[in-house]
Each structure stands twice: as structure tokens, then as C-alpha cells.
């Protein structure tokens, strides 16, 4: 189990409980809401991101780590995709990588919706 005052557990925390119409966020914006400071903000919150993918997977569950993209094209980074075909929820082909990537959005959020019923 993840621990309180660990940063995967404190990243679920905030996107649980950022309002949806706030949906996705930035690797940028998550970092900031952290309260992280540099240097490897970014980096840190990949990492915290990556745990949370694992933990999701091994429970089932929609990837949380989908609400958060690249300031750059509205998607996750490379590590996303990559951590998700590893984990067998995404297609290893390429080309269906943004399909997979819009349906497990919605699917995160779905799941947070059903959690605040």
C-alpha cells in the first residue's frame, strides 16, 4: 500500500479531487499543485505517475496518470504509452495509441465520477 505522505499517494489524492471540468492537467500543473520545486519536477511526477499506473493495472482500474498531458499535444508523454503496452491495457501498435489513450481518459473519469456517488 502506497504510504500518506508518499507522492504517488498525494498525486492520487489531487487528481481525485480536482474538479473535472480542470481535466485533463499538465505534467506542469500537477508538479505545481505538488508544491514541487526543481530541479526534476517533471521527472518526479512521471515517476509518481508510472507507480500509480502499476497500482491502477494491478487493481483493475482505470490509469489515473490519464488525466495529466503534455502542455505540448494534449497528450500523455512516450512513457505513458510505453508503461501501458507493457503492462498488456494498450495495443503495441502506435497508431491506435491516441484511441486507447481518449477511451481510458474517459474511463478515469468515469471511475471518479462513480466514486463521488
Known sequence: MTHKASLPYQTRRLLEATDAAALPMTYQQLAEALG?????????????????????????RAFIAALVVSRRDGLPAQGFFELAVSLERFPADPAQHTEAYRLEFERALDERRRADE
Request: hydrophobic share 40%.
Open 36 to 60: 514541487l520545486t526543481p530541479p526534476r519536477t517533471i521527472q518526479r511526477v512521471a515517476q509518481a505517475l508510472e507507480m500509480l499506473m502499476r497500482e491502477d493495472a494491478e487493481r483493475g
